[in-house]
């Protein structure tokens, strides 16, 4: 059975800092892309960071300089750790993994930021 899980949302106040992970199970972690997208109320789902299978990285311009994406293909998990953290970065956050024609997505995790 298939599972994305996420962890380590929270409540933080701006300026400040959180880690994100995302455990999986089920799948051949090592060949899969992963993705963090997220989604503030009212608003479209948006593409935040991408790992490859490869470890290459990608990241929505929003987010550069202050969110990192990593993974462990030992531990099967993904991570996105975010820094300087503002009020219009406050959504959910979903991890997904990738190999066409595959994707599996998480249930997500909330982060709010504000003071």
């Known amino acids: 059975q298939v599972q994305l899980v996420e962890s380590g949302g929270g409540l933080v106040q701006p300026g400040g800092s959180l880690r994100l992970s995302c455990a999986a199970s089920g799948f051949t972690f090592s060949s899969y892309a992963m993705n963090w997208y997220r989604q503030a109320p009212g608003k479209e789902r948006e593409l935040v960071a991408v790992?490859?299978?490869?470890?290459?990285?990608n990241y929505a311009d929003s987010v550069k300089g202050r969110f990192t994406i990593s993974r462990d293909n030992a531990k099967k998990s993904v991570y996105l750790q975010m820094n300087r953290l503002k009020p219009e970065d406050t959504a959910v956050y979903y991890c997904d993994a990738r190999r066409a024609p595959r994707i599996y997505w998480g249930q997500g995790t909330q982060v709010t930021v504000s003071s």
């Open positions: 790992i490859s299978a490869g470890g290459s990285t």
